[in-house]
């Protein structure tokens, strides 16, 4: 399948943490996923045909320290990756400053964003105990869960 069949009302921009790639421990492998992942949407953009909406993807790279990220990926000197200092809401205050910048301007405020992630997280956790899910059961959810947990809370409370 060429990259032009691809649906146009979709979200075509892409947001990736490279923070996580970096072993912690001896012995532990680092994690080459997200790199993937970034280098498929860079290539979407870069080599989609011209009259593709994917030539138009934006894409955020997020690091946990300024400039790590070029340590390990030197080829990523195009991009000014946004540095989330491992602070969540730092890392939701850029995102959303993206959304902005990138055209979707009915955006909350960073403070709204912040406040709606907790309260989704907390009443996910009443629900799935509530359902008789352990609290490492609920936390090793199945992604295709956890997105419908998503899609449900938003359609309940926006």
């Known amino acids: 399948m ?24 001896k012995g532990e492998y680092s994690r080459f996923n997200l790199p993937f992942e970034l280098a498929i949407d860079y ?30 990926l030197s080829d990523l000197a195009f991009s000014d990756a946004k540095c989330h200092k491992g602070e969540p809401e730092e890392l939701i205050y850029e995102v959303r400053s993206w ?30 105990q509530d359902e008789g899910f352990s609290m490492k059961a609920i936390e090793r959810l199945p992604v295709p869960e956890f997105l419908d947990e998503i899609r449900i809370w938003c359609s309940n409370n926006f």
């Open 99 to 128: 959304f902005y910048q990138t055209g979707y301007i009915d955006v909350s405020s960073p403070s709204g964003l912040w406040d709606s992630y907790n309260i989704f997280y907390s009443d996910l956790y009443i629900k799935k």
């Open 43 to 72: 290539s979407l953009r870069e080599f989609s045909n011209k009259n593709s909406n994917l030539k138009d993807k934006k894409i955020l790279i997020f690091e946990e320290e300024k400039y790590s990220v070029q340590k390990a």
């Open 2 to 25: 060429g990259t032009d069949n691809f649906d146009t009302n979709v979200f075509i921009n892409g947001i990736h943490d490279l923070s996580r790639c970096k072993s912690l421990k």
